[in-house]
C-alpha cells in the first residue's frame, strides 16, 4: 500500500510547489492510523477438531505542532489518543482485551528531500503515554491494569508536500526504547527494546506557513 502511495504521489509531483522547510516554518497537522485483523484456525486437539477466531481492532489519532530551527530541522511537540480492542473465540472460550491510552511527547526531525517536495524524514523522540488495559475472560468481571510508559524513539517517515503550504506523511520504521510500570490486576514493570517496519495503514498530514 505504501508503495502504491508513494508512487501515486510522485507522479503529480511536478505540480508541487516548493516545500515550506526554512528557518522560521511552523507547521501543524494531525495524523492516523489503523490496523484490522480478522482470522480462523482449525486443528486437531486429540478428540476433536477445535476452531479458535481472533479479532483485532485497533486506531490511532494525533496533533502535532513543529518550529523549523534550521533549514530542513525541526522541532515539534504532539499528543494523541489510542484505542485497541482484542477478541479471541474459541469452542470453549471467549477473550476480550481492550485497550485505551492518551500521549504526548516531543520531537526532532531532519528533513532529507528530493527538488524541496519528496523525501524522508527521521530523528528522535521522548513520548509519555498512559493507558487503561480492561481484560475480560468468559464474560467475568473486567480486570482493570493502569500503565504508565516512557518511551524514547528514533523514526523514518515518508515526506511529500502536494502544495506550498500542504503536506502528506507516512511513518515506514522505527527503533524504539521503552521503561513502563503497572499497577491494578498486573502489576510490575518493564524494559522494552523494539525495531519493526510499519505493515499497516498510517497517514499524517499538515500545513505549513
Request: with cysteine; net charge positive; charged share 15%.
Amino acid at each position: 500500500m505504501k508503495k502504491v502511495l508513494a508512487a501515486m504521489l510522485l507522479c503529480v509531483a511536478s505540480l508541487a510547489a516548493f516545500a515550506q522547510t526554512e528557518k522560521g516554518t511552523q507547521n501543524i497537522g494531525a495524523s492516523f492510523a489503523i490496523q484490522n485483523t480478522d482470522s480462523k484456525n482449525t486443528y486437531f486437539n486429540g478428540v476433536g477438531n477445535t476452531t479458535d477466531k481472533n479479532k483485532l481492532n485497533a486506531y490511532s489519532v494525533s496533533a502535532n505542532y513543529g518550529y523549523f530551527i534550521a533549514d530542513k530541522l525541526d522541532i515539534g511537540v504532539s499528543a494523541g489518543y489510542d484505542f485497541q480492542e482484542n477478541r479471541q473465540e474459541s469452542d470453549n472460550s471467549d477473550y476480550l482485551q481492550k485497550y485505551k491510552g492518551l500521549f504526548a511527547g516531543v520531537q526532532l526531525r531532519k528533513y532529507i528531500l528530493f527538488n524541496d517536495k519528496v523525501g524522508i524524514r527521521t530523528g528522535p523522540s521522548l513520548q509519555y503515554s498512559r493507558d487503561r488495559q480492561t481484560s475480560n475472560f468468559n464474560e467475568e468481571s473486567d480486570n482493570v491494569t493502569t500503565t504508565n510508559s516512557y518511551t524514547g524513539r528514533v523514526g523514518l517517515d515518508f515526506v511529500f508536500y502536494s502544495t506550498k503550504h500542504l503536506g502528506v506523511t507516512s511513518n515506514i520504521a522505527n527503533v524504539s526504547y521503552s521503561h513502563s510500570k503497572s499497577t491494578g490486576y498486573n502489576t510490575g514493570s518493564a524494559n522494552t527494546f523494539s525495531a519493526n517496519l510499519v505493515n499497516y495503514l498510517n497517514l499524517g498530514f499538515f500545513y505549513s506557513w
